[in-house]
């Protein structure tokens, strides 16, 4: 199955070949400054057309399905809403959210399951003036159809800092937040997905167990709301494995993960440890992201995210 590209002017809509939406990415988003306007994908579909993320959920209407995030990016937060300030031990609003702006896409344009786009980096508005540009990145993103019941999507991204100083990247646990490390490629799973299993190289179970951790990928398994009983008469599930290549910077990632009170998954370089990002240095950073109809155990998550890093061509 081939997955064909449809561009409306102010997003991309992935889809079969012979029907049925996968995946919408909105590159031109109406997010207030408060959520760190940025493109996102929502909604994500499995094969069999079960949705499988979440949009500006209540608890956090900055978490937009899966999405390009990092709440400390030197002194601007491009995650969206309040940051945590160590000296206060508590997130306060401290109205440095920025914004991931769209600027072009680059070559032939968004066709063949696959885009390269140009984005700027800018600090948040002022007086009614856009903010100044501190990174540009390119972002390429290819989507395959791997198996009847899975398809893949890799994000591969460049970011380079066009400011003047350091924008060193961490996150709240660099900042004073025990064990809350996130930032990232951050995927938000549907309300559905609550309480669902966590899987990671030998392992399926809660996420409080492997918060932290650091494996080569991870999957979660939840099940949907008001879907088609299954052959055997119990609830629809379905699986998302992202996979890391061990490639990025700081290594193999620490991973932050949750459960409860709500599902998501985040390979977070700078979980526990700023990244240097000084002026005028690029970075390069690369993603696989599974999305399974069906449940799944460790082995069957330890084979998708082998197709994983085969597209990515880990060793």
Same mark, same amino acid.
């Given at each position: ?23 919408? #990415?909105? #590159? ?29 959920? +209540? ?12 709440? #400390? ?12 300030v160590r000296a206060e031990a508590g997130y306060r609003d401290l109205g440095n959210d920025g914004s991931m702006d769209h600027e072009s ?66 996150? %709240? ?22 309480? /669902?299993?966590?899987?990671?190289? /030998? ?15 991870? /999957? ?5 709301? /008001? ?27 620490? +991973? ?12 977070? %370089? ?38 994983g890093r085969t597209a990515l061509g880990a060793e």
């Amino acid at each position: 199955m081939t997955i064909q590209v449809h561009d409306d002017g102010t997003t991309l809509t992935f889809s079969l070949a012979d029907g049925g939406d996968l995946a919408t #990415y909105v #590159y031109r988003p109406t997010d207030v400054p408060y959520e760190s306007p940025r493109p996102y994908f929502h909604p994500l579909r499995t094969p069999g057309g079960r949705e499988i993320s979440a949009y500006r959920p +209540w608890d956090h209407v900055w978490h937009k399905g899966l999405v390009w995030s990092l709440p #400390y990016v030197g002194p601007y937060n491009f995650w969206g809403g309040p940051t945590y300030v160590r000296a206060e031990a508590g997130y306060r609003d401290l109205g440095n959210d920025g914004s991931m702006d769209h600027e072009s896409f680059v070559g032939p344009g968004p066709e063949g399951g696959a885009f390269t786009e140009e984005l700027a980096w800018r600090t948040p508005p002022s007086d009614g003036e856009r903010g100044t540009v501190v990174v540009r990145e390119k972002r390429t993103v290819t989507a395959a159809v791997v198996q009847d019941d899975a398809w893949l999507l890799i994000w591969d991204t460049e970011l380079t800092n066009v400011s003047d100083g350091a924008l060193d990247i961490g996150s %709240p646990t660099t900042n004073g937040r025990e064990n809350a490390g996130y930032g990232g490629l951050f995927w938000r799973g549907p309300r559905s997905f609550t309480g /669902g299993t966590v899987l990671a190289p /030998g392992f399926a179970g809660d996420a409080e167990e492997v918060r932290g951790e650091r494996f080569d990928w991870m /999957g979660f398994v939840g099940r949907h709301d /008001g879907a088609a009983p299954t052959a055997e008469g119990g609830a629809a599930s379905s699986t998302v494995v992202l996979v890391d290549p061990g490639t990025n910077p700081g290594g193999t990632p620490q +991973w932050f993960v949750r459960s409860v009170p709500f599902a998501c998954i985040c390979p977070a %370089p700078f979980f526990s440890e700023e990244v240097p990002f000084p002026a005028g240095e690029t970075l390069r950073f690369r993603y696989a992201v599974l999305v399974a109809d069906g449940e799944s155990d460790p082995e069957r998550g330890a084979a998708l995210a082998e197709l994983g890093r085969t597209a990515l061509g880990a060793e």
